[in-house]
């Protein structure tokens, strides 16, 4: 867990138990998060968003404001997971 203040909001970032995350990858949401600043405070209670994070994959996080402002990061996909519909047909989104 990670706490951070943004204009004197308190925000706490948990993680799912399922995620199996290096310190690096999870202080590399953090920073993320950190850089996103003010934008955070536009999400209500509810919203889910993604964030794209090279190093990392598509990182999806869960928004709770009520009793406090909680965000989950609840999964991480790899890009060699990432699938795109093109016309009638799915493809890999990134060949290898």
Same mark, same amino acid.
Do not use: C
């Given at each position: 867990?990670?706490? =951070?203040? !943004?204009?004197?909001? +308190?925000?706490?970032? /948990?993680?799912?138990?399922?995620? @199996?995350?290096?310190?690096?990858?999870?202080?590399?949401?953090?920073?993320s998060l950190l850089q996103m600043g003010p934008?955070?405070?536009?999400?209500?209670?509810?919203?889910? =968003?993604? !964030?794209?994070?090279? +190093?990392?994959?598509? /990182?999806?996080?869960?928004?709770? @404001?009520?009793?406090?402002?909680?965000l989950t990061v609840s999964s991480i996909v790899?890009?060699d997971k990432w699938y795109k519909r093109d016309?009638?047909?799915?493809?890999?989104?990134?060949?290898?």
């Amino acid at each position: 867990m990670y706490r =951070f203040t !943004i204009d004197n909001a +308190e925000w706490i970032i /948990t993680f799912s138990p399922h995620l @199996k995350m290096e310190t690096e990858e999870r202080e590399l949401i953090v920073k993320s998060l950190l850089q996103m600043g003010p934008d955070l405070q536009e999400f209500t209670h509810g919203d889910s =968003f993604v !964030i794209f994070i090279n +190093e990392i994959g598509l /990182t999806v996080l869960r928004v709770e @404001k009520i009793p406090s402002i909680i965000l989950t990061v609840s999964s991480i996909v790899t890009k060699d997971k990432w699938y795109k519909r093109d016309g009638k047909s799915v493809k890999r989104y990134y060949e290898h």
